[in-house]
């Protein structure tokens, strides 16, 4: 059995310094943060593997250095919170810098039709995807009263006969239905999950907790750039 010891580092954020602790194995080929990580191999590797990243809703360039994916609902008073407190912040404190993902895990009663409706958007353009997504969790509350997502939908830049149809037959059922497939492969079971190039949140992060983790993965990719 490894022997660990406490290591403590200094984070650097502009002005701000904070302490950073974790725990390493003697050999140096562990450490112990919120788990356990083996240094000889990239831990989320194979996380990033299962992750589908083409043809799916996306804000920011592809070429980012962090790509942030999210597995949420639409219903999920958490997942709202995370909409309104981070998601746009987070964008606009790392613009350019990172990619932003959303992904469909419907797991509260009447969270499909939201994710189907979503999907609906994304199969006409990603633009009418954002706009909906915006739309449904600004009415969160409002989301299980019948026809209301088609009046949501209302002024969006689509074909509203072709969404309509769309949603009247599920026709987007099987792209949630893969979000839900790849959430779960990668061990998924609640929401909001997120995975920042692969390193997985598990629940509702503070905004300063989030930001530590993106701005951790974009010094690890820039330093791993440059090699």
Same mark, same amino acid.
């Given at each position: ?9 200094? +984070?650097?954020?502009?002005?701000? +310094? ?5 725990? @390493?194995? @003697? ?28 043809? %799916? ?19 999920? *008073? ?13 964008? /606009?404190?790392?613009?350019?810098? %990172? ?11 009447? @969270?499909?039709?939201?994710? %189907?409706?979503?999907? &609906? ?22 989301? @299980?009263? #019948?026809?209301?997502? +088609? ?5 969006? *830049?689509?074909?509203?006969? #072709?969404?309509?149809? &769309?949603?009247?037959?599920? /026709? ?7 979000? %839900?497939? /790849? ?18 949140? +598990? ?22 750039? #440059?090699?």
């Amino acid at each position: 059995t490894n022997e660990f010891r406490t290591v403590t580092l200094e +984070v650097r954020q502009g002005e701000q +310094v904070r302490p950073f602790l974790f725990y @390493a194995s @003697a050999d140096g080929t562990k450490i112990l943060v919120d788990q356990l990580y083996d240094l000889s191999q990239d831990p989320f590797a194979g996380n990033r593997a299962r992750i589908r990243l083409v043809n %799916v809703p996306s804000q920011g360039p592809a070429s980012a250095l962090a790509t942030i994916v999210v597995y949420s609902d639409y219903t999920c *008073p958490f997942c709202e919170r995370f909409f309104h407190t981070l998601e746009k912040p987070t964008l /606009e404190r790392y613009a350019g810098r %990172v990619r932003y993902i959303y992904k469909h895990f419907p797991v509260r009663p009447g @969270a499909l039709e939201a994710a %189907v409706a979503a999907a &609906c958007a994304f199969r006409q353009s990603n633009e009418a995807f954002w706009g909906l997504h915006q739309r449904l969790f600004q009415n969160r509350p409002r989301l @299980a009263e #019948k026809g209301f997502v +088609v009046e949501l939908a209302r002024g969006l *830049p689509l074909d509203a006969q #072709k969404f309509e149809g &769309c949603l009247e037959r599920r /026709e987007s059922l099987p792209d949630v239905q893969r979000d %839900v497939a /790849e959430a779960k492969s990668l061990g998924v079971e609640g929401t909001p999950t997120l995975f920042i190039n692969g390193r997985p949140k +598990v629940g509702l992060p503070t905004r300063e907790r989030f930001w530590e983790i993106v701005g951790e993965e974009l010094a690890l990719a820039n330093s791993t750039d #440059k090699k």
